[in-house]
């Protein structure tokens, strides 16, 4: 079992940055992948990025290529997300979620565990 808490979310100017976290609790959390995920009400979960279990490997979605990056801290079962040149329409909820199989993968369904999300909010 993992347990997934977001933090780092708030509200920024287009143009500024925000770190995110994802914090997990359980014992094996450095055999998961992570992947950061967002939703905007109304609309679909979109993929954004993934760090498989090493570290070694990383995935972005195309729209955040450049701007985010995404690493991790297993010996601190941390997650991060550092996000910059943000834009308006990086508006959304960010969740992060966690993947046994350990690959940073893009499909939400491979993912396992959830975190409850942190609000991340761009003024133009």
């Known amino acids: 079992q993992v347990q997934l808490v977001e933090s780092g979310g708030g509200l920024v100017q287009a143009g500024g940055s925000l770190r995110l976290s994802c914090a997990a609790s359980?014992?094996?959390?450095?055999?998961?992948?992570v992947g950061w995920f967002r939703q905007a009400p109304g609309k679909e979960r979109e993929f954004v990025a993934a760090?498989?279990?090493?570290?070694?490997?990383?995935n972005y979605a195309d729209s955040v290529k450049g701007r985010f990056t995404i690493s991790r801290d297993n010996a601190k079962n941390t997650v991060y997300l550092q996000m910059n040149s943000l834009k308006p329409e990086d508006t959304d909820v960010y969740y992060c979620?966690?993947?046994?199989?350990?690959?940073?993968?893009?499909?939400?369904?491979?993912?396992?565990?959830w975190g409850q999300g942190t609000q991340v909010t761009v003024s133009s």
């Open positions: 359980g014992q094996t959390f450095n055999r998961y992948a």
């Open positions: 760090i498989a279990w090493s570290g070694g490997n990383t």
């Open positions: 979620a966690a993947d046994k199989w350990g690959l940073a993968v893009a499909l939400q369904s491979d993912y396992d565990y």
